[in-house]
């Protein structure tokens, strides 16, 4: 059952709350190790500039089923990892998941990172793998998570570069418009300068933004790609009568093709990996 009611969250984070805590979340959880397997090439680069210790407390923002943040509390053997995100049914299966795997310095929290009243000064580390993006109010949240920083603490954030610098998010919003207008707008955080501007006014100094470019995987093969991909935007084509939806699909399945290799479905993905300390 959703904890949603219960969930205390900034107004303009609500359309959010209904999204994660909704149908989005609830797919998310069914399809928790594909979306992590699709990310997996930046898992590296992200924890060696995250930098965790033993001894660290680590905040996991947007942690949704909980992957970064055990893999946090790992390597925060003698310390903690909090991971926090608005989608209940995530956050279940992340609880499950940590049991399961034997990770005991580890809890979860359904809240609204940019009002929750966070111990001041009470992590060393922040991170977000793309779960930073989605603030309604970004000054009024990365000021909150810098208030909850310890002075010298760091926030390491992934996020994406703009849509077209992603193959895979421009390919997938153009086949899916089926020849309607695509959708143009770059999510959050993908402007360095402004990132910058954002995370010094909010507490942060020292900010970096560095470009990273990885494959993202999709799939064993064509059908197992295009399960996946149609299960999470096929919404796009319901407007759309029978013969437009094949077609739609057809196009899917004839580019997924051209993207297969001997280890699956791939796309080329850009992120920022964002870095900044608090002084």
């Known amino acids: 059952m959703s904890e949603s ?47 965790i210790r033993p001894t660290d407390h680590v905040l996991d923002v947007g942690c949704g089923a909980g992957q970064t943040t055990r893999d946090a509390a790992r390597f925060a053997s003698d310390g903690s990892a909090l991971g926090v995100d608005l989608s209940g049914e995530m956050l279940v299966l992340a609880r499950r998941l940590a049991e399961e795997e034997g990770v005991p310095n580890v809890s979860f929290a359904q809240v609204d990172a940019q009002i929750h009243p966070f111990a001041e000064a009470r992590f060393d580390v922040v991170i977000s793998r793309h779960g ?46 089926a020849g309607r207008a ?25 900010v970096r933004c560095t470009a990273v470019n990885k494959p993202m995987y999709f799939g064993r093969d064509v059908d ?25 699909v057809d196009a899917l399945r004839a580019d997924l093709a051209e993207h297969q290799t001997d280890r699956g479905v791939f796309y080329g993905s850009a992120a920022w990996l964002v870095e900044a300390r608090r002084p």
């Open 132 to 177: 930073s993006m989605f603030f309604g109010t970004p000054l009024a949240a990365f000021s909150n998570l810098a208030r909850a920083t310890r002075p010298g603490g760091r926030v390491v954030l992934l996020t994406w570069q703009p849509l077209r610098l992603n193959e895979w998010i421009t390919t997938f919003r153009t086949i899916f418009a």
């Open 224 to 248: 197992d790609a295009a399960e996946f991909i149609v299960e999470q935007h096929g919404g796009r084509l319901s407007d759309l009568d029978e013969a437009a939806r094949a077609a739609a």
């Open 182 to 206: 695509v959708p143009s707008s770059d999510l959050a955080l993908s402007d360095p300068a402004e990132t910058e501007r954002l995370l010094v006014s909010a507490g942060y100094s020292d």
């Open 5 to 51: 009611a219960a969930v205390r969250v900034d107004p303009s984070n609500e359309r959010m709350l209904m999204a994660w805590d909704g149908d989005d979340g609830a797919l998310w959880a069914k399809r928790a190790q594909r979306f992590n397997d699709g990310v997996a090439a930046y898992r590296d680069t992200f924890f060696a500039a995250a930098g």
